[in-house]
């Protein structure tokens, strides 16, 4: 390692190491889809019982075919005619993406070459499953009848080498944000404090035209869950009303489509530059960085009909805001290969000290539960040696990350239509920013003194006011009696409790009708809205945060959004799980506090020796005792 980038590095090591200062759930006991089966459990007729995207479905009818003109050279037939120097080519066709510089595969191509490669319906054998998931854990249930790993292995279940591949296909091609104004509003985290900042992208999936068979992830939003900046790093906390924001997006029309997170230092130019950290001389994704965002993709697996297992890979996305070669801020956007999110699963690598590596772990690394629970097969990886020539290397220890992701496009749309068009409402989660108060700017955007009544429409368009109106529970959900993902109500809102014991007329979903609205951006709807119940109470209670000036408060235990403190004082320890039975948020209640401006270690109220563990704890994953270098994490500023 030379001089000139050991400091990089290790700058970058200690940005990526409190990237995920919380450990992450074991990938595979979540089951983000129930439809999906568990990891690795093979399912009979996948293509008959597995329910996958609309989207998908209808580029499964697509053929794909690339149509070409008349070659006037070679081709030696009539108008109609058709030669191999004219007939449509398929999307999967090399020379075509090489011409078009298309790096992978779509998702559905690659399904496509793989389907004409294992099925020749010609021969008459039966119809097998194109796609396979890489499985590298010791099959369950071994045939052979001894028991149960650890407690016995043969060679039928004992996962075989794994020689590792660059993925030639990925199942989102290109990410879209909606509009400039979501990546500006997002990156104005880092410029009025310094800090990292790391946010959960909404969207949609919808097909690509720039790819064959293309499918991009279009962002409307970024949601900031808890987390405590820092000006080298971010650490989550847990996230209460994932859940409830995730429901929200849905009748919005949107879904939780990837993750984003800024990794930026002003270069002191004076001129708003920023320093280049991410190149081909150092790394682009750093180890932890991968095991992070593979964990995430394992927890959003991607249903399938033409998986054995009813699911292939994910259509979750990683975005990170960094400085490029010319100083700019850009944004780089990346998916792991299924390889990587099989190893992690699998718990056969961990991050390593320098970026551009990851290790494999040894099998007698103890581990926090106890005992030897994981089988490491032989890792072998491929490259060109300094002859030349390709030659196989092991894996062990450790072997360069490249393998482990494939790189998306990413841009923004020519005319900008985004779902959310009123700006202005100050982000969640940002009372260390000194961000606006939210009931104030909310009462101010609907207007809640102006008595006129106005012929315009309502300034509801934007996903972080929904979501502040939500936690406000004044709105009826007519799904609420049948959801379960809301279990206990301790207090209803009068008006709630009103909508509920009404066993007349179906309950009318007033927050649906405020999705609609703020998306939509339909008049008539806004009228409906403002003339129901829920949007009268809502108004009554935000008529405090009208009236009053907004007074700077002492900083105070942080309010949870749910109000209940409950899994909250858990930390670390409450399972993602904790979540699904938070209770809904109490109704009427006085506006969360303001925080003053943090003064150095950010704004958590979190014990600062539980938040340093959790940093740590990252950092922790290297238990080595090899003798390699493995740096200790940086002191705290
Ligand atoms: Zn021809
Ligand atoms: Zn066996």
Redesign the pocket.
Known sequence: MTNGHSEPKSQAFSVASRLNGRPAPAAGVLSADARVPGPGERIRNPWEVVKQSELDDRLDKLDGKIKRKLDTKMCRHGPKGMCDYCQPLDPFNAGYLAEKKIKYLSYHSFLKKNNSEKNKPELGASFIPPLVEPYFRVKKD?P?G?PQWPD???S??QPSAITLQPQSFRTVDHVEFASPAIVDGFIDAWRKSGSQRLGYLYGRYVQYDAVPLGVKAVVEAIYEPPQVDEVDGVSTNPWENQEAIDGLAKLCGLEQVGVVWTDLLDAGAGDGSVVCKRHADSYFLSSLEICFSARLQAQHPKPTKWSDTGRFGSNFVTCIITGNESGEISIVAYQMSNEAVEMVRADLIEPSAEPETMLVRDEEDDDARGGRTRYIPEVFYRKVNEYGANVQENAKPAFPVEYLFVTLTHGFPDEPKPFFRDLGFPVENREALGEADQPAAAAKLLRVNDTRTSSDGLKVSNFHLLCFIHGLSALSKASLSTAPEFPSLPTPHPARARANTNHGPPVQDEEKLLCHVATQHDLADAFQLRSTPGWQTLLMILQPAAASKIIPTKKRPRATAGGQGGAGGGGESSPPAASRSHAHPSPPRPPPPVPAIASGDGSSDADPDERLAKRFAAVRLNPRHDGRDVPSPHARP
């Open positions: 071994c052979s001894h016995g292995i043969c039928k279940c």
